[in-house]
């Protein structure tokens, strides 16, 4: 079975909420500095300064940073297959990121602020190799998807099918000793030994 999944069209607004969320930062900040500069009547050629370094940042983040978001959306791409989930991505240099199943513990379905205003989300590749306690332990991600939650449910059974987790918990341990015979060997154990440490 081999099936391709691109990011929505949403994806690349979510991009644009981004850098329209960057730029509204950048004007608040320099409008916090022109106030203070304004104040203090020490630095009145840095009001100028500061509009000029501002205007800059926003051009060069709409100029620069804006292409490149659209044509990293549309290269991606992620194909699942039986054996892997391969992740196409790159601008100018493309490559394959394959992750095998064997190798994947878990999938996280994950969704921002923007992710859930615009109705989509991303499935986090864990693998054995890797922490989650950062967002960059991920071995990969599966981001902009309209059909997130079918996705994760399909690939989550897939992890369940190759990786079965045992029902039911086994009573006894092998050699025909119970847990309980077994837990209660270990105690008296340890009680012979609270009692030879006493006495010394």
Known sequence: MEKSVRPDKKYFKKGIWMLLTITGVIILIAGILHLIFNLTDNYPEAVSITWIVAASAILVIWIIVLPIIFYWIKNLMYVIYDDRVSIHKGVVTKTVQNIPFRAITDFAL???????????????????????????????????????????????????????????????????????????????????????????
């Open 110 to 200: 994950v969704r921002t602020l923007y992710d859930r205003i615009l109705g989509i989300g991303s499935i986090k590749i864990q693998t054995a190799g890797k922490s989650v306690q950062s967002a960059s332990a991920y071995e990969g991600s599966l981001s902009g998807l309209l059909a997130y939650e079918t996705l994760h449910n399909e690939l989550r059974a897939k992890i369940r099918s190759l990786h079965p987790i045992a029902e039911s918990v086994t009573v006894t341990e092998p050699g025909g000793i119970s847990r309980e015979s077994l837990l209660e060997e270990i105690l008296k154990e340890l009680r012979e030994i609270r009692k030879a440490l006493g006495n010394r």
